[in-house]
DNA sequence: AGCACGCCGACT
DNA sequence: GTCGGCGTGCTC
């Protein structure tokens, strides 16, 4: 299901995407011609020729400026081959305007890399290096055009000296003594006297005047992008001592290093077994051997505290999250490229970082859904980092607690290696996990709430004993279905085919799809009786239920809602850190990664909540939602414990969370999927179509159907190994989520066990069937969103 | 993606 | 008789 399998099964299609669509003649000497691709869903590079005056200029990984389409528009896009074979087009080959860069920002590898990603993921290529490179780097941001001047060279001196003015004279000396380039500005306020003397040294050719690209002083690059060994916090400065188990897996890594080339691990670490120490041994190490690290992790672990975890101990460090301005982007792109960055920590995007010499990638929660990009190019990163790995030749570490199936097969075919660590550190116990039925659960006196009898026993004793709670529950909002009793009619959003959930706090109902808000309304807007009910629960709802029932305890919830602005994030964490909140509720944001020694107590409100969605992947994410939020509870020497809610104790993904148990968990549901054929046994691609228009999307569906029964037909004769089904297409039929953000979507599913089958057939709907006006047809790889 | 060429309805 | 609707296909 990962790249693993796929790139020279994708080399093996008849018609290669992305070479130039005319056949190339032998060289004849005299041109030079470049293949260029665009920011467009095309699916080969054009050929343009290069005049002379550009041939020095020209270059792989350059952008050039081209006349491209009907009118001859200017266009850029990406010089992915310069070559003097000439093509035998029959089209009239137009020229290459301008070179937009000095130097090249896409070297080899990436150009490699993202070749094979849009031949994998199906778009063109040009748009994967649009989507690859930084808008800060494509234009410029946070540098400018400086001029400098210098002393010319004795030997180019003019003869006879021309006779220079005092105020001349100073200057010359003043930027002698200086030993470097200048710009006129600076040398003259050093001088302290006027550009204009300068100029007068220029023209009588004492000194060279050139310009340069240069890096604007605000840029704010600076003061993140070095935070040297200087800056380290205590902690960070502390010799990394390994336990046995770290060790032991530190070996085969050390050795992998050493020796170099590509060598895949996979960390199966439960929660707080020390999986970061691992990792910065192994930054240290290719620190030391002059190498870059990438580090990936999801967008939601990039905070201070992870961060200040890697400074200190690696060298220069970039951190790239999603708050960068385009210019601090910029800057980081640019002191990658230029070899001053060691260590290149972010979200999903970084797994594209620029490095000179890459020595490891490290991913950190492997299994987390958000390394998938959900537009195109529709990429994961874990897989694009495994190709990046193996394209480059170097060792890829992917860790989790939970390992997704995808790289559990992988694993288990033997394409990773995996090293266990079963222990979590200083002995320390996993918590005891206790499961609640709430079929069973005695009604609370009073009025009931979504914290159980067992739950509030277990807090009140928690708060006594001066502990912290963690807990639970992956739903926003107040109430989460709002509805009249006397006509049945239920709030729904104006664009999509989902229910609104009001928001207390800012008294609105809300789309947690689209965005949509409206204002709440006390009389049904059907039937204008006062029988508005609002149900169904929410954090905002918990955090007030708490709220009432520990009045003595303080509450924070951490939510999307909550935690908006910049650092809110970090502000919560560091009150929890320093005791000032007793419990901490909120969705998955609190379920990973967080390390509070204090937390005794972890509860989940209610294991349900996306147990039964419509996914093949439902079971594999609550069980990594449930065994990561677990890990939350005793990770300091009191020990700790964790109450799970559920109206379905004898679900297998819970019961097996409740015991630590992920092998038996992947054994288990490996089994399913097998049976099933869904990943990681079968490769899958999801095809939406959409449109405005209903009849438009549907009429458009059939289409395709017929086209995919053709193209499948077509592939099956081709006298590929196909045992019974090679292909098995399923659809067409409306999404789960039919109407959203006012489209109507219908979609498919094509599975497979080849790759390459998969591909061709895909090629061959797209090369067929065009979407008509007011259509969209999208193509999904390996998908993570069934919705 | 844009942009032009191309065949059927309401206007001077 | 023309202006213009957007459907379809191409861009080196």
Known sequence: MTAHDTLFDIEDERDKPNEPRAVRATRTPGGLFADVVFDRPLDHAYTYAVPAELVAKIGVGKRVEVPFGKGGKATAGFCVRVTDDEPT???????VTRVLDDDAIVDEHLMKLTRWMADYYLCGWGQVLHAV?????RDNAGTRMASFVEPVPRESLPNPLPTVTPQQKAALDKLKKENRPLEILQLARLAKCTAGVVSGLIKKGLVRKFSERIETEASGAHESAESENAQGTDEARKEIELNADQLRVWKPIGEALAAGGYHPFLLHGVTGSGKTEVYLRAIEEVVKQGKEVVVLVPEISLTPQTISRFQGRCGNLAVMHSHLTDAERGGYWRRIATGHIHVVVGARSAVFAPTRKLGLIIIDEEHENSFKQESTP???????????????????LMGSATPSLESWANAEKGNYTVLSMPNRVASRPMPAVKVVDLRHEPKAPGK???????????????????????????????????????????????????????????????CHYCGFETAPFQKCPTCAQPSMRYQGLGTEKLQVEIEEKFPGSVCQRMDSDTMSKPGSHQRVLDAFRDGLIQILVGTQMIAKGLDFPNVTLVGVVNADVGLHLPDFRSAERTFQLLAQVAGRAGRGTRGGQVLVQTFTPEHPCITLASHHNYNEFAKMELVHRKLHKYPPYERMARMIVRSEKEEAAAAFADVLATAFKEAIRRAMST??????????????????????????????QLQSDSSAVLHEVLRNVLALAKPPHGVEFQVDIDPYSML
């Not at 087009?89 to 020229?95: A, F």
């Not at 045992?723 to 498919?748: I, K, S, T």
């Open 89 to 95: 087009s029959g089209y009239e080959i137009k020229t």
């Open 133 to 137: 490179v930084p808008a800060g780097v």
């Open 378 to 396: 529709r990429y994961h990163a874990r897989d694009v980092a495994v190709m990046r790995a193996r394209l480059e030749g170097i060792p890829i």
């Open 448 to 510: 009931p709430g979504a914290i159980g009898p067992t739950l509030e026993a277990a807090m009140r004793q928690t708060l006594k004993d001066k502990g912290q709670i963690i807990l639970l529950l992956n739903r926003r909002g107040f109430s989460t279905h709002v509805h009249c009793e006397a006509c049945g009619y239920v709030a729904q959003c104006a664009n999509c085919d989902l229910a609104m959930t009001f928001h207390r706090t800012k008294n609105s109902l809300m």
């Open 719 to 748: 006298g590929r190994p196909s045992p019974e089904a090679p292909v098995r297409l399923l659809g067409p039929a409306e999404c789960p989520v039919f109407r959203l953000n006012n489209f109507y979507r219908f979609h498919f």
